[in-house]
């Protein structure tokens, strides 16, 4: 073998080695680039637990007042994406518990609609009706009369003025709004 020969297979044997080496790196480093890229942590929850706290419905649904209770969580609207393109949405969902006479007073100041049905996230269901008719009452809000028990989705973006929930969907996020 000629000397010219020897350097470029050496020179092959190293670019190749340089090549394995950085695909292992960039293996090693693959949870830590998106975090130093500036991009979400992925194993961050895409939803909140379900809360229990009156207080952020009535401030959003005055007109639900006295709640005897309420369930609520928010979760992400659309998926995440890195670099995130615009801005993040999320969706709250809720099941309110009002007093009969309230639920009267709704179902009476109701514009005539048909019935819905909505898809109630999986962690809600609990807490819902066992056989609702849902009646649209206005604000995006479904009223089941028979059981007094309200439906409500709302989405929004982190700069709505809306206040903040109780805690955020990860250890370090500002959480949604």
Same mark, same amino acid.
């Given at each position: 073998?000629?000397?010219?020969?020897?350097?470029?297979?050496?020179?092959?044997?190293?670019?190749?080695?340089?090549?394995?080496?950085?695909?292992?790196?960039?293996?090693?480093?693959?949870?830590?680039?998106p975090g130093l890229a500036g991009c979400a942590d992925p194993t961050k929850p895409t939803k909140t637990a379900v809360f229990t706290e009156p207080a952020r419905v009535e401030q959003m649904y005055p007109?639900?007042?006295?709640?005897?209770?309420?369930?609520?969580?928010?979760?992400?609207?659309?998926?995440?994406?890195?670099?995130?393109?615009?801005?993040?949405?999320?969706?709250?969902?809720?099941?309110?518990?009002?007093?009969?006479?309230? !639920?009267?007073?709704?179902?009476?100041?109701?514009? +005539?609609?048909?019935?819905? &049905? =909505?898809?109630? %996230?999986?962690? /809600?269901? @609990?807490?819902?009706?066992?056989?609702?008719?849902?009646?649209?009452?206005?604000?995006?809000?479904?009223?089941?009369?028979?059981? !007094?028990?309200?439906?409500?989705?709302?989405?929004? +973006?982190?700069?709505?003025? &809306? =206040?903040?929930? %109780?805690?955020? /969907?990860? @250890?370090?996020?500002?959480?949604?709004?």
């Open positions: 073998m000629t000397r010219s020969a020897k350097v470029a297979l050496f020179i092959t044997a190293a670019v190749v080695v340089c090549v394995v080496a950085a695909c292992g790196v960039a293996l090693a480093l693959k949870d830590w680039v007109r639900l007042k006295p709640i005897r209770a309420v369930h609520w969580q928010e979760h992400e609207a659309v998926a995440r994406s890195c670099p995130q393109v615009g801005t993040m949405r999320y969706e709250m969902n809720g099941i309110v518990l009002v007093t009969p006479d309230r !639920a009267a007073d709704l179902a009476a100041q109701a514009p +005539s609609a048909p019935p819905q &049905s =909505p898809e109630i %996230p999986a962690d /809600l269901r @609990p807490f819902a009706p066992p056989d609702p008719h849902w009646q649209p009452i206005g604000e995006g809000l479904l009223l089941d009369r028979a059981s !007094a028990t309200v439906y409500f989705t709302r989405t929004s +973006s982190p700069q709505s003025s &809306s =206040p903040a929930p %109780p805690s955020s /969907l990860g @250890p370090s996020s500002p959480g949604p709004s």
